[in-house]
């Protein structure tokens, strides 16, 4: 039990990592949109599950597991939510050769 | 197991300074508002494990889910406000 609980956190800290990685790397607001959104949902349902294993079977669980849910459906909408105000404000999308597409 | 959570929040809070970091310098508001709303569900799980870590997931998995609707209206609400910033123009 114990050994899953920890294998679980440890998963989701790595997806921590690299979801922090693409934060600081990536080159414009929508890579970094798609770097956190994703990786950063993974890495919460790892989390919570290690959470909920932890507490074992009942309702705590059941509402860590809610939790899980509710940010699954959150975390993206609100992404998609920034992205489409980015776009629509003008935000202009990163290109390689800049001059070359234009 | 406690160290094991403790650990865990340690680390969750040592890469929310990326995200700081991002709040502050972020070229755009919507770096900005990326970086916060980050945050919020990074403030999330953190609750949670500091829950494992006192051994109160009961307690701390209410606070946790308010904290969340809280987080996701509030950049939901900031993604539209600036939209409608560009409606009104």
Redesign the interface.
């Known amino acids: 039990m114990s050994v899953a609980v920890g294998l679980l956190l440890l998963a989701g800290l790595f997806f921590q990592a690299v979801a922090a990685l693409g934060v600081v790397r990536m080159p414009d607001v929508y890579t970094r949109l798609h770097a956190v959104s994703k990786v950063e949902t993974l890495s919460v349902m790892l989390t919570l599950g290690a959470v909920a294993l932890s507490t074992g079977l009942g309702l705590t669980a059941t509402k860590v597991l809610l939790v899980a849910l509710f940010l699954f459906l959150a975390n993206p909408t609100s992404t998609h939510a920034i992205t489409r105000a980015a776009l629509r404000l003008g935000v202009r999308p990163w290109q390689r050769h800049p001059k070359d597409a234009a | ?1 406690r160290t ?2 403790l650990a ?1 929040t340690l ?2 809070l040592a ?1 929310t300074l ?2 700081v ?2 709040i502050a310098v ?3 508001v ?2 900005r ?3 916060v ?2 945050l919020g ?2 403030a ?2 953190a609750l ?2 500091v ?2 870590f006192y051994d109160r ?2 307690m701390f ?2 606070i ?2 308010g904290y ?2 809280l987080s ?1 209206i509030g ?2 609400a900031a ?2 406000y ?2 409608r ?2 409606d009104r123009r």
């Open positions: 197991m094991l959570f865990a680390a969750l890469l990326v995200y970091h991002r972020g070229p755009t919507f770096d508002l990326l970086g709303s980050a569900t990074k999330t799980i949670l494990l829950g494992g997931v009961d998995v209410d946790a889910l969340a609707l996701f950049s939901l993604a539209r600036f939209e910033a560009l």
